[in-house]
């Protein structure tokens, strides 16, 4: 298969995939308030929402914004519904935020990274609508008596978002290969989000609620999120200090599967007030019946003509199938002897998109065989792989545009290669060992003009041509 063809393969995949009156009585769509995105931005803050018009906020001493809309003010096939899931800051305060906004900027940090650019996964040109309980429900009135329909209002958003604070952000490292983004995901607001009740719960609706998104607005979306919903799966994805800090793009959660609803069950979290656990135990209900019937099954899809008595039904089999896995990820493609080999598509609940052939189970192509890799944060890989890693020949393009063209070694670029900058237009041509400019290479500008052209060490020049005795660069 050509790389044309395995481009074509994930692009099918996706497309298959794929008057500020405050509420009384919520009971329909119409009642569904949302903060349109650029008003938000606008504010500045986080707006309280609150039907008393002589409140003051005793920390931030303002008013109540009330600038929440009704759901019908949206156009809704073009129109991103998220809806925002956190563990509020200063709940003793009555404030979801610090004094420095911080879940604030994070918030419109993490919209940024979803929508708007080319490799994002919402389209440009695509109205934001943000439900948030600070802003969208009445603070002034009992608040909780308006989420007595908190499923129905998640089951029409398109995500669920949760921005996490985290001061210590530096004091802790991803793990070289994600097994549990809900353990090892260290921020300590991460785990706090997990202890609590209504958290939990919205999570878990979140996971189990239906999503149908008509053609139309299927159109919007891309990559993760087109993946997720073309499975009738909402995503979930979390964005932090760490991530803002060192500028990578949102994390799509794996999918809630059933023994992760049993380990973080609503009815176990912590409440501030406790009063509103008969509401929690009333919503886990409901969690555990929209579970029962969700289409997302670890297990063997067959075509109809399989019988149960198929030796792939017991992974012992060979030939076209399809299977989910129990972390969420999907495989559709060629097996042998219940393994993965030959041709076929493999897409993580994460939306990373792997297309191309396989060799007992790994990634692995062979002469004249290109895979192509789309990554949910929008860059991509496309080229020859071994025992699953960027092995050979192959050409990476990151989703800010740069790209390096070259030759690759268990995953790192190594060797001769090519490196365009697409923020300066200056292009790199020489030797790579470990991923850094390490030989001999060339940096020049986009009219071609030398800018630099030497040997280098670890990423920098240490002698041009013309100073061969040089012995090192002053940034080393």
Not at 62 to 75: H, I, M, Q, S, W
Not at 173 to 198: C, H, I, L, N, Q
Not at 241 to 267: C, D, I, M, S
Request: charged share 25%; with cysteine; aromatic share 10%.
């Amino acid at each position: 298969a050509t790389s044309s063809q395995a481009t074509n393969l994930c692009a099918e995949g996706d497309n298959a995939l794929l008057t500020k009156k405050l509420p009384q009585n919520p009971i329909g769509r119409e009642s569904e308030q949302f903060v349109p995105l650029a008003t938000l931005r606008d504010h500045g803050q986080f707006p309280r929402c609150g039907s008393d018009e002589s409140f003051i906020h005793p920390l931030t001493k303002e008013k109540n914004g009330n600038l929440c809309v009704p759901r019908t003010a949206f156009d809704s096939d073009r129109t991103f519904f998220v809806f925002v899931s956190h563990r509020w800051l200063r709940p003793a305060d009555g404030h979801p935020d610090d004094q420095a906004h911080s879940k604030y900027n994070l918030l419109l940090a993490a919209i940024d990274g979803l929508v708007g650019g080319p490799r994002t996964v919402v389209s440009a040109g695509v109205d934001v609508a943000i439900w948030i309980d600070y802003c969208c429900i009445d603070q002034d009135v009992a608040p909780t008596s308006e989420l007595n329909h908190l499923g129905r209002l998640i089951e029409g958003c398109d995500c669920v978002l949760t921005p996490i604070v985290d001061a210590d952000h530096a004091s802790w490292e991803y793990p070289v290969f994600w097994r549990s983004y809900f353990t090892e995901y260290a921020a300590a607001g991460w785990k706090d989000y997990w202890s609590r009740g209504w958290c939990r719960v919205e999570a878990a609706l979140a996971a189990t609620k239906p999503v149908s998104v008509e053609p139309v607005r299927a159109a919007l979306f891309r990559g993760a999120l087109s993946f997720a919903i073309g499975l009738g799966r909402r995503p979930h994805v979390i964005f932090g200090t760490k991530e803002a800090t060192q500028r990578k793009t949102p994390l799509f959660l794996p999918p809630l599967l059933h023994a992760h609803l049993e380990e973080y069950a609503p009815n176990d979290g912590a409440l501030t007030v406790e009063s509103d656990r008969p509401l929690i135990d009333r919503l886990a209900k409901e969690v555990r019946a929209a579970a029962a019937a969700s289409t997302l099954t670890p297990g063997w899809r067959l075509p109809s003509t399989a019988t149960p008595t198929d030796p792939l039904y017991t992974g012992k089999g060979s030939g076209i199938g399809s299977r989910v896995y129990d972390d969420g990820d999907v495989y559709e493609g060629e097996f042998v002897d219940g393994r993965r080999h030959g041709w076929g598509k493999y897409v993580e609940s994460t939306g990373n998109c792997y297309t191309g052939p396989y060799v007992k189970d790994k990634m692995e192509t062979g002469p004249g065989e290109v895979a192509i890799c789309t990554y949910a944060n929008g860059n991509m890989y496309e080229g020859e792989y071994l025992q699953s890693k960027r092995h050979g020949h192959g050409r990476y393009t990151l989703a800010n545009g740069d790209v390096y063209d070259g030759e690759w070694a268990h995953n790192k670029k190594e060797g001769h290669g090519k490196y365009t900058y697409a923020s300066t237009d200056q292009i790199y041509v020489g030797e790579w060992v470990g991923n850094l400019r390490h030989g001999h290479g060339t940096l020049t500008s986009a009219d071609g003009t030398v800018l630099a052209d030497g040997q280098w060490e670890h990423n920098a020049l240490c002698a041009e041509k013309t100073e061969p005795v040089k012995k090192a660069c002053a940034s080393q």
